[in-house]
Nanobody, 120 residues
Framework: QVQLVESGGGLVQPGGSLRLSCVAF????????MGWYLQAPGKQRELVAG???????NYVDSVKSRFTISRDNAKNMVYLQMNSLKSEDTAVYYC??????????????WGQGTQVTVSS
């Protein structure tokens, strides 16, 4: 099986920083794209930032210059450094990976989500 586990969420004041981490483990042959999504209450899940296996990144406009996505391919990990946090960043953040299993199947996998709350 394959699992993704996030960590690093929590409560932070506006203007503060948090770093989210996600590790993928299990029957993994290789990982293609990885990314972070958020889901605010009553809204659909949406992409925050993505990174390819080659290191190319993309961001939603609202987080450009504030958030940085990175990955460690050797450890099957992806990170999201979040700076200058705003109250509107409050949401559950989900890690995503498109990967190939050792059985040869390709699919999308999700973590369980980690809560980020930005409030004074």
């Amino acid at each position: 099986q394959v699992q993704l586990v996030e960590s690093g969420g929590g409560l932070v004041q506006p203007g503060g920083s948090l770093r989210l981490s996600c590790v993928a483990f299990g029957k993994i042959f290789s990982i293609n794209d990885m990314g972070w999504y958020l889901q605010a209450p009553g809204k659909q899940r949406e992409l925050v930032a993505g990174i390819t296996d080659g290191g190319s990144t993309n961001y939603v406009d609202s987080v450009k210059s504030r958030f940085t996505i990175s990955r460690d391919n050797a450890k099957n990990m992806v990170y999201l450094q979040m700076n200058s946090l705003k109250s509107e960043d409050t949401a559950v953040y989900y890690c995503h990976a498109n990967l190939i299993t050792t059985w040869g199947t390709t699919g999308d996998y999700w973590g369980q989500g980690t809560q980020v709350t930005v409030s004074s």
